[in-house]
């Protein structure tokens, strides 16, 4: 079947242009039986888009339908058997309506009223359709549902919108080169390279459940249904369960054994709520992806607080801070009020040695002796108690020391398989054909800030090393 499937891709790709992530997110939601709905201005060629797909299924019945404020159910489920009312029933004729459609597109589904409503969501939960007494199973792979904008505040139409697992934003084309070749596109019949059978998905679907999560890509899942649940966003578990079955099944039909890492930037077209998230959730993704577990920025943020820490510790010493009395240089006379200065003019003259402040015979005395500026400052701190250094074995910084080496490590580790991680995804995501050209652009544009970010955070630790000796 991935051949297929990647033929479908390749040519439907050639057709529509800048709709990549459209076209593979509805094959995907035709193989996973799930429904796709896209949020854009009219004009993006959805529902052309929707047919075509339904031209790649196997002997299959398309039904489209532009709803408003006044849509009947009639006009969506078929009308009524006359047949029926004679005998004192209530059923309609479904043949060529939404009941006993393979695929079906919906333009402007959030006009949906009322009469409607309650049948179009059993029909996308459970696949059924109540008609009159009797219950029917519906055909129905996937529905594709357009609007220009998300529901208004309204219960049923929030269920409904929640009924649909892909969501897209479609922009308007932005290349003009793409605009051109819609303007000039024929609309003529879409000839698929190949056809999906219903026992082809039906057997990748079952082989998709028995496939195993990487613990990886399970630890990816709860981290970020934990963020989530932090931001405030709420996704409901059913939800969540419906996205694992979509990576099984994108795994499934790429011939994998078990659900890998690579499978999960599928999810970004499940997982926004609003068009505004829609960036953020990608990212986050993305990042979670290629972390392997070590959080960079995380880690450069603390490493910037510990180098905070570290050099407001050495501020405890007061470089300005005036001297009780002045101190003098036996060499050259000079005096010094702070040790900022007499730190300079030890750095200018390295080998002058200078006078006990307290000693007031200014070298006349016998008992008189001078000290190197190693002796002096050892002097003053141990036998006239000035606080001028702070103490590089004190607890305090014995305990930046062993956090810097604890950072230390995590870079490291991060750093360590980076390159063959990299290879490795990016080998992975090549014969991924769920992916788009961008996305795999952009996994690798991540990749190489980490190692931008992971040499960030190896210099700012070499700072905070300098800072404590
Ligand atoms: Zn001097």
């Not at 339904?54 to 969506?76: A, D, G, K, N, Q």
């Not at 049923?156 to 929640?162: E, F, K």
């Not at 788009?436 to 955070?457: G, N, W």
């Amino acid at each position: 079947m991935i051949r297929k499937v990647e033929q479908l891709v390749n040519s439907l790709n050639g057709r529509y242009k800048e709709r990549e992530d459209e076209i593979s997110g509805a094959l995907l939601a035709l193989l996973s039986g799930e429904h796709v709905l896209f949020i854009g201005p009219p004009g993006t060629a959805k529902s052309m888009l929707a047919k075509d797909i339904c031209r790649c299924l196997e002997e299959s019945s398309f039904y489209y339908y532009l709803l408003t404020r006044f849509t009947s159910p009639e006009e969506v489920f078929g009308p009524l058997s006359l047949e029926s009312l004679k005998a004192d029933e209530f059923s309609r004729k479904t043949e060529g309506y939404l009941p006993s459609a393979n695929i079906a597109f919906l333009d402007e589904i959030f006009k949906a009223n009322s009469s409607i409503l309650n049948s179009l969501l059993t029909i996308l939960n459970e696949k059924k359709f109540h008609n009159g007494r009797q219950v029917m199973d519906v055909p129905l792979y996937s529905l594709y549902g357009a609007s220009n904008e998300l529901p208004e505040e309204d219960e049923g139409l929030q269920a409904l919108y929640d009924r649909f697992l892909f969501r897209y934003y479609v922009a308007p084309i932005r290349s003009e080169q793409g605009f051109a070749q819609v303007m000039s596109a024929k609309h003529d019949g879409f000839e698929p390279p190949a056809q999906i059978g219903m026992e082809e998905i039906l057997e990748n679907r079952s082989r998709a459940l028995q496939l195993e999560l990487d613990d990886e890509v399970l630890a990816t899942i709860l981290s970020l249904r934990e963020e989530f649940r932090r931001a405030d966003r709420y996704v409901s578990d059913r939800r969540w369960r419906k996205t694992v079955d979509v990576m099984r099944v994108a795994a499934a039909s790429l011939g994998k054994e078990r659900v890998d890492i690579s499978m999960l930037p599928v999810l970004q077209h499940l997982l926004w709520d609003v068009p505004e998230e829609k960036e953020s959730v990608r990212r986050g993704i993305f990042e979670s992806c290629v972390s392997h577990g070590v959080n960079l920025s995380k880690l450069k943020e603390e490493a910037e607080e510990l180098f905070r820490l570290a050099v407001s510790s050495r501020n405890l010493v007061d470089a300005d801070a005036r001297f009780p009395r002045i101190v003098y240089c036996y060499d050259c006379n000079s005096s010094f009020t702070n040790l900022e200065v007499l730190r300079k003019h030890h750095d200018a003259h390295p080998k002058h040695s200078y006078m006990d402040p307290f000693d007031d015979s200014r070298g006349r005395s016998k008992g008189f002796r001078k000290y190197s500026y190693e002796e002096l400052i050892n002097m003053l701190e141990n036998e006239r108690g000035w606080k001028l250094t702070e103490k590089t074995d004190s607890p305090q910084s014995r305990l930046y020391r062993k956090e810097v080496d604890e950072l230390r490590r995590r870079q490291q580790e991060a750093l360590k398989g980076h390159d063959q991680e990299r290879e490795a995804l990016m080998g992975e995501l090549e014969g991924n054909i769920w992916l788009s050209q961008r996305d795999r652009k952009d996994l690798q544009l991540i990749f190489d800030h980490r190692i931008v970010m992971l040499q960030e955070i190896n210099m700012l630790l070499d700072d905070i090393a300098k800072v404590l000796d």
